[in-house]
C-alpha cells in the first residue's frame, strides 16, 4: 500500500482524475476518465480515418495523473476547487512520440494549454519532463495498469495519407486535436454534472430531414401566391438537388440574387448529406443578420415540435480559454453538437485555425460534413489563401463537400490555392439566368457627388426607399435627417449596434408593411445586402465594391412585379465615410462599373473586377500576409497561425499577422435593454445574474443571450466613461473576447448610444 499526500493508492480504482462534484461524494476515475475520453475522441474521428490515432490520444492524454505527487495534491485542494499545479501532460506526450505518433503527439501536450509551435515542442516537452522527472517516473510505473493493451507501435495506426504533405498532416492534427479536447471536455463535464454518461447526440436522420425539409417547403411556397421570378427559383432548387447526387467535392451555386439559393442551398445540403451518409450540415454566412434570417427559415423547416432541437445558431461567443473564464466557462464553450449548424464565417474559419481548445472542440465537425458558404464573396481577401487552401483539404482529405453559393461567384479560381480544385456548377448557364432575372436599372450619381442629408431628402421623394451605407456614422446621420420629418414607424434603422433580436424585430415590421403597401424609409449598413429578403422598389446604395453594389440591388424589386424595373441609384456620398479596405476594391470597381461602363450584374465583368482586386492586393505574394500563414501552417506552427509569429525585437508575437477574419478582436456585450418587453428584460438580466455567479456556467443559458449580444468595436473602449458601462459576465475583465453586460444608453431605434465616431468602421 502507497501513502501519497495523505491519499492511498492500493491499485486499481484509486486513481483519480477529478475530485467530486459540487453535493457530490462521488470522485472521477483516472482509469474511467482515460477510457472515456479515449472511447469518444474514436468515435468523433473516425469518420475521417482517425479514429484510432484519436483513440490513443485520448487514453494518454491525462496518464500523467497518476504520479503520487498529483494525487496528494489533488487530494489536498479537493475541498476547496483549487488547481493542482502538477504536470501531468509530458508523460503521455513522451510515450506518444516514442511509439510512433510523432508530432501528433503535440495534441495532448496542447489540451489544456493550445497547441504549440511545433518546431519548438520537442525542446519544451524536454524542459519540462526533466522539471517534473520524479512526477514522470511515479505515473510512469502506474501506466501498465491503467493501459495494458498499449501498443508498442502507434505509428501504423496513422493513415498514409496523412505524411506526405505537410498541409495535410497539419489539418489532421487540427482534426484530431478537436476530437481529444472535445471528448476531454464532455467527459469531465458529464462527471461534475453528476450525469452517468456523456451527452453526445445521435447521429441525425436525414432522410427524416430532408422529406420534412421538402413537405413544409412546398406547403411555405403554396402559401405566397405567384411571382414573375417563383418558376424561375423552381428550376434552381431542381438544377441543385439534381447536383447533390453527385460524389461529395467542391460545388458552386452562382445564381442572381431572388434565385431562393437558402432554400435551394438547404435542400442540396439535406438531400446531399442523406445520399452519402454525411454526419452534418453547416451554413456558414458573412453577417449576423443573415446568421438570424437564415436559422430562422431553417428552424421553421426542420424543427418539429416536441424533438430536439435540429438547427442551432451560434455566433456571437466569449473567449472561453481566457485565464479568468474558469474550468466551467471552458467547458460550456459550443461544440456544434447539432444536425444543421448555422454560424459565421469568422466562427468557422477562426475555429479552424485556431489552437485553444474551446474554439477548436467543433473543428472534428468538419469533416465528413456539408459546409455551405453563403454569400461566399463577403470572405476577407487577406485570408483567402489559408481558407481556400483548408477548404480544398477538408474536401481532398476528410470526406468534406463545400457549396460556394454567392450572386457574385469570386475568381477564386485565377488564385493557386484553387487552381486545380475540381469544381460542379448547380447552375449550368449563369448568364442567362442573370438576364432572365434581371430585375433592376442603374442609375449613378457620382460626379457631382451629393451629401448624405441630398441622398436622405431624395428618399424622402420616394414612396418607399432603402438607404444602404458605409458605416454607422452614416447610418444615423440618414435616420436622424429623417426621424424629425417622417410620421411614426416610417423611418427606421438597422445596423450592429442593435442586438439581432431587434434587429429581426425591425426587419419583421419593415417586411409587414412593405407586404401591405404601406411606406417605409430603411437605412442601414451593408448588413443588410447579403441574402436580407426585403423587396424595396428603390435603393439608393453608396459607392462600395462591386460585389456590394450588386448585392445591395438584391434588395430592389426582388419579385420583380415591376413592369419597368426597379432603380437602383449609386451615390458616392461627399461627406460619407468607408471602412479603410474599401479603398483598393473602390478604385478597382470605377474601372469596371459606372456611367458608360458595365453594369454590376455583368459576369464578364465581374470576374475582371475580381481578378484585377487580387492583382492589386498582391495575394500570391510570400510576404502577403496569407502566405505568411501558409509558410506557417507548413512548418506546423500553431502559436504563428492563431497568435502570430514572434517578434524577434519585442518578444512578443505580431497579432497583426495572425490569421483573422476582421482586423479587429470584438468585445461581445450582452443588451437585456433590446428585449421585447419589460418581462423579457428582467429575465434576461437575471440570467445574466446567474451566469456571472454559477459555479458551473450552462451552454443553454449561454446560447439564450446570443440573440440579445452584438459587438462593439475596440476603438469604442477608448472613449472616456465607457468602460465604466460594460459589466463582465465570464471574468474580471473588460477585453478582446470578452462577454460583458451593456448597463449604458440603448436607442430603442438606434441600439446602444455611442458617439458614432468610434463606431463608424462597424459594419
Known sequence: MIFCGGLIVSGKGTLWAHSPADGSGRWHSLAEHLHGTAGLARRFAAPFGGGEVAYWLGALHDVGKASCAWQG???????????????????GTRIAQERGLGLFAGAI???????VDTPTLRAMLRQRLAAWSGEVMSAERELAGLLPDLPEDLGSLVPKGWRGDPLVGEMALRLCYSALVDADSLDTGAHFQGLTGPLVRADANFGHLYKVF????REELSGRGDSPVAGLRERVYADCLAAAEREPGMFRLGAPTGAGKTLASGGFALRHAEKHGLRRVIVAVPFLTITEQNAAVYRRLLDEDGGEPVVLEHHSQADFDDPDAGRWARLAAENWDA???VTTFVRLFESLYARKPSAMRRVHRLANSVIVLDEVQALPHAMLAPILDGLRLLVRHFGTTVLLSSATQPSFWALDEFKDVPCTD?????PRLVSELRRVRYEWQLDPQPTLADVADQAMGERSALVVVNTTADAKTVFERWSDSEPERAAWHLSTRMCPDHRRRVLAQVRTRLDRGERVLLVATQLIEAGVDVDFPVVFRAMAPADSLLQAAGRANREGRMAHGGRVVVFAPQDGGQPPTYKTLVGCTGRQFGPQKADPDDVEALGRYYRNVYDMLNLADRQHIGQRIQQARQRWEFESVADGPMNAE???????????????DAVNVVTPQGAETPELRGELEQLIVDLRHAPIRELAKLRRLQPFTTNLHPSALRQTGVMALLRPILGTEVRRGALVEWIGEYDPATGINLDPNLEQFVF
Open 109 to 115: 501536450f496542447g489540451h489544456h494549454g493550445g497547441l
Open 73 to 91: 495534491k489533488l487530494a489536498a485542494v479537493a475541498s476547496t476547487g483549487g488547481v493542482v499545479g502538477i504536470d501531468h501532460k509530458s508523460l
Open 650 to 664: 519585442t518578444k512578443q508575437r505580431d497579432r497583426k499577422l495572425a490569421f483573422r477574419m476582421i482586423d479587429d
Open 339 to 341: 444536425p444543421f449548424v
Open 426 to 430: 448547380l447552375i449550368h448557364d449563369t
Open 214 to 217: 421538402e413537405q413544409r417547403r
